[in-house]
């Protein structure tokens, strides 16, 4: 009779070269991509056992396990460090502070003549952007300084740059000089003998 499976005895179907591939590839991986890998493995050679391919792999059944459990749920687990860890953004702490900064950055937003790139060119400062929030009301609390507020400007998609007037073209002397001279030829009058000759032509019958 034979015990449960994570005891039985079983003969692997890949050769050791293919084993340490396996090993080599899953190590060059690293979160989900790494559990996927590793879940499906022993879903193909080990019948889905993490204990099997604990033996065979080498790789942590536990890990394993998270991987098979993600690949039947559909759901990603993640970590305390990426869930917990971090700082969250300032436009997240305070989102109606940050829309009312995002409509200041509007109001004064030209886009790139180019249109090359999706940053938008505004003429507000970071400190003027300050003194516009200090007017509607906002406390100093959740204002910070104006080094992180020209950050949050351009996660928002805008970066300051002073917007110049367009200026006329200048005319150029060659210019004026070949409209002069294209005027002077217009105006020549016809030699004596071209007018003789296209009088003798009206005159005859």
Not at 85 to 92: A, L, N, P, V
Request: with cysteine; glycine share 6%.
């Amino acid at each position: 009779m034979c015990m449960p499976d994570s005891t039985c005895v079983f003969r692997p179907s890949l050769d050791p070269s293919q084993i340490a591939d396996l090993r080599l590839a899953a190590s060059q991986m690293s979160g989900p991509t790494r559990r996927a890998v590793e879940a499906e493995m022993p879903l193909k050679y080990c019948g889905g056992n993490p204990l099997r391919a604990e033996t065979l792999f080498g790789w942590g059944r536990h890990t394993v396990a998270r991987g098979l459990a993600e690949r039947r749920t559909g759901l990603m687990c993640l970590g305390a460090p990426a869930a917990c860890s971090g700082r969250t953004r300032w436009e997240d702490l305070y989102p109606q502070v940050a829309d009312a900064l995002r409509q200041l950055a509007d109001a004064q937003a030209q886009q790139a003549p180019t249109c090359r790139t999706r940053v938008t060119d505004t003429r507000l400062t970071a400190q003027a952007a300050l003194q516009a929030l200090r007017a509607q009301g906002y406390r100093e609390a959740p204002l910070p300084s104006p080094s992180p507020i020209a950050v949050v400007l351009k996660r928002m998609g805008f970066r300051w740059r002073q917007v110049v007037k367009a200026k006329p073209h200048k005319k150029l002397t060659e210019t004026d000089a070949s409209f002069d001279n294209s005027k002077k030829k217009m105006t020549k009058p016809c030699p004596q003998g071209a007018s003789n000759a296209g009088a003798l032509l009206a005159k005859r019958p």
